[in-house]
């Protein structure tokens, strides 16, 4: 399987402040089609996951551009320019590129300081 | 807008079983994947149960952990996937989501999810 492991666990930003979270798989998810499939979710207090970036980089619709993905083979980044107070909650990344299983990383709590 | 509405939720003892039930609009069914993710309260994500559409004939694939007890299928006349679950022990609690997603990214959108707690 692979594994994702996620740092930090916890992070306390300012507000306007940015924010980087990363992302290491215990190997490539690189596919044979040279994508990697590298999401990152948001998920808020009481609600359930919303994806942000998918193919490691790429924006959702409606997905705010201070939200930024990065990287291949094994590391990956999730950015955010400037944190505002609806971006709390908890982060995770999803690689479904070698499954089954799809895994997910620990999660990265963000809280505003 | 697309939406996945979870159901069948609730209490059980260990042993016992429960059906969930994931019921979708907004969207054209047929062209996507559905994949059951879980969640204890508290704690991060978890991979289930895939069950794939036509173009991708139908695969289905199980985590290790609930492989031989739980059984994903879809009726695509009612737009809806199932995830039967049999066997259920304490450590199958959690939030059930049902998810959808391109056969490639596997998962983007998100249902509200139903709490399945399993103690006696």
């Known amino acids: 399987d692979v594994v994702m492991t996620q740092s930090p666990l916890a992070l306390s930003v300012t507000l306007g402040q940015p924010a980087s979270i990363s992302c290491r798989s215990s190997q490539s998810v690189v596919w044979s089609d040279g994508t990697s499939y590298l999401s990152w979710f948001h998920q808020r207090p009481g609600q359930s996951p919303r994806r942000l970036i998918y193919q490691a980089s790429k924006r959702d619709s409606g997905v705010p551009d201070r939200f930024s993905g990065s990287g291949s083979d094994t590391d990956f980044t999730l950015k955010i320019s400037r944190v505002e107070a609806e971006d709390v909650g908890v982060y995770y990344c999803?690689?479904?590129?070698?499954?089954?299983?799809?895994?997910f990383g620990q999660g990265t709590r963000l809280e505003i300081k | 807008e697309v939406q996945l509405v979870e159901s069948g939720g609730g209490l059980v003892e260990p042993g016992q079983s429960l059906t969930l039930s994931c019921t979708t609009s907004?969207?054209?069914?047929?062209?996507?994947?559905v994949n059951w993710i879980r969640q204890v309260p508290g704690k991060g994500l978890q991979w289930v149960a895939f069950a794939a559409h036509k173009p991708s004939h139908g695969t289905i694939a199980y985590d290790a952990s609930v492989k031989g007890r739980f059984i994903v299928s879809r009726d695509e006349s009612k737009s809806s996937a199932y995830l039967q679950m049999t066997s259920l022990t304490t450590d199958d609690t959690g939030v059930y989501y049902c998810?959808?997603?391109?056969?490639?990214?596997?998962?983007?959108?998100w249902g509200q999810g139903t709490l399945v707690t399993v103690s006696s």
């Open positions: 998810t959808r997603g391109d056969s490639s990214n596997k998962v983007d959108s």
């Open positions: 907004g969207f054209t069914f047929g062209d996507y994947v």
């Open positions: 999803m690689q479904g590129s070698y499954w089954p299983p799809i895994t």
